[in-house]
């Protein structure tokens, strides 16, 4: 496990490589799903409101 | 393709194929993972420090291949006009620009122990950057007009004028001296890397691109979604 972590003395260069690339392509793509998912909440409530106000209009006229 | 070009359409493909692409692209990784850190040999050259280029080649690759994706979504964009190009090309400059960040990075990171420094103002290196800062500039350009069809358009142009950059990349390494070592993957006469170092090179480069359409996917839909916000909002201005 400790010549696994060491990379044969070029630890300090191989994990921080992998790290980052973990990190960087994991917020990515968290930050679009929850982009997505936002979006799509207003869609709906948008839908919703101009729907109850379209019944409003029909019930006024 | 025009029959995908009806968004709502696309939608329903695209709400369909992502579960099979999340399960390649985790799969992928994983295998790729194991094979690069795990079961593959160290370089008798480089030692294990040379474990970073599975990481670095993949993410280098994809930083080109998305800016030709980008570079061609805006072409079909500015002539045809095919309504989903421009949504493309807008969800692949973060991934592209991301990626090429990434081989900037671990590129340095390599440099360090091999070259004995982490940066040289060469030409492989200095056309990389410059591809970074191209991404940066098409999502800028692309944010800064009121009219958000002048503001893809001009991204598209300046995309265009920017893959003139690809080439250069692509053959710096033969054209000018450079501490970067010439490709040894994609080259006349075959691949001069060993099978074992191979496979788990070319897993991660199909895991990164399982990633790009994953992440793609995800951020067309947001877009189109945010295109019909818009249009409800603009109902209930002129309703209210």
Known sequence: MQDFLNMGGYGA?????????????????????RSLKSTEATYKRLQAELGQEQEEQKTES | ???????????????????????????????????????????????????IMYVHVPAAWMGMF?????????????????????????????????????????????????????????????????????????????????????????????????????PIIKFSVNWWNTLHQPASVIKMGGPSIDASMLWPLFLLAIAFKGYYIWVLLVRMRQELTANKVRILRAKQAHGG
Not at chain 2, 24 to 44: F, Q
Request: proline letters at 4%; hydrophobic letters at 60%; glycine letters at 6%.
């Open chain 2, 66 to 166: 998305c800016y030709a994706a980008l570079a061609i979504a805006s072409a079909v964009a500015l002539i045809w006009k095919h309504p989903l190009a421009d949504v493309a090309a807008k969800a692949t400059a973060p991934v592209g620009a991301a990626f090429t960040f990434l081989s900037l990075v671990t590129g340095s990171l390599w440099g360090k122990p091999m070259w004995g420094t982490w940066w040289v103002w060469d030409a492989r290196l200095t056309s990389m950057l410059i591809l970074f800062f191209l991404y940066i500039g098409y999502m800028a350009l692309f944010d800064a007009f009121d009219d958000r069809a002048r503001g893809a358009k001009a991204a598209a142009i300046l995309s265009l004028v920017g893959a003139v950059n690809l």
């Open chain 2, 1 to 51: 393709m025009h029959r995908f070009a009806n968004p709502t359409r696309f939608l329903k493909i695209a709400t369909a194929i992502q579960p099979w692409v999340m399960a390649v692209t985790v799969i992928l990784t994983a295998v790729g993972l194991y094979m690069a850190l795990i079961s593959s040999p160290a370089d008798y050259q480089q030692g294990e420090s040379v474990r």
């Open chain 1, 13 to 33: 260069f191989v994990w921080p490589s992998y790290a980052i690339t973990a990190v960087v392509m994991l917020v990515l793509l968290v930050v679009s799903v």
